[in-house]
């Protein structure tokens, strides 16, 4: 059964200068604060009203595309996964992102193009926030060569930006320091649903399964990408184990 999708419409900036400041400001689209919850994000336009207007109109325009990516995106998502609860859109880099493997691509001379059968590296000493933004680039790489839908590359990426958080685990600790106990904490903290609901809205044991499932995908992407990195022993029994006792809880 296919899911309507929801149409985006375009906004007019609201532009206003707070009391006693000389900067002007707008409110365009939403983020997620440090809690998870959705709020209105609010930008910094300079002090020249022209310019102000222009960038407020560029940043509404950047929103409009990222809202309609969202309901499109979201549409195919649900008909996947019909049991997840629907999602508000919010400011993600996901353009920026797009944008930079095609800047690459027209930068880089013929003969220096690798061809589809060359595996793309990781560097050494890549932190594990590095580590997801690479794999997430081949994911979205593969979506756009395959002309498949998005609905895996945003599964992961929306999983993996909510997982990687402390302190679950240090977004920022390099990937070849990686230990079973770090498996164990991150496992322990996403499985601790009572906890966890109370800081976020709509959490539940299937979240808890999906941060999981994201976060075993990228260790086990991880193989064979960097040297010195290895995966950590009993690291597949305990993300299985915690798994299975939050299920259906």
Known sequence: MSTAVRTAKFKMPSIYRPKDENVLRCKIGYSLDRNGNRRRKEFRLGVDPVAAHQKALSLSAKWLKIEQ????????????????????????DILEREAEPLELYHATPPEDLPGDEMLLSFTPAMSLRQASTEMLERISGK???DAKSPGTYLWYEQHLRLGL???????????????????????????????RASERKEFGWRS??????????????????????????????????????????
């Open 69 to 92: 990516r969202h309901w499109s995106s979201q549409s195919q998502f649900l008909e996947m996964f019909p049991e997840e609860p629907k999602r508000q859109p919010v400011w993600t």
């Open 143 to 145: 979506v756009a060569r």
């Open 165 to 195: 958080v402390s302190p679950a685990i240090d977004p920022d600790l390099s990937v070849t320091a990686i230990r079973v106990a770090h498996v164990e904490q991150f496992c322990a903290y996403w499985t601790d649903i009572k906890a």
């Open 208 to 249: 808890a399964r999906h941060r999981l499932n994201a976060f075993d995908r990228l260790l086990r992407d991880l193989k064979g990408r960097v040297d010195g990195f290895v995966y950590p022993d009993a690291a597949e029994r305990v993300i299985k184990e915690a798994k299975e006792t939050v299920a259906g809880s």
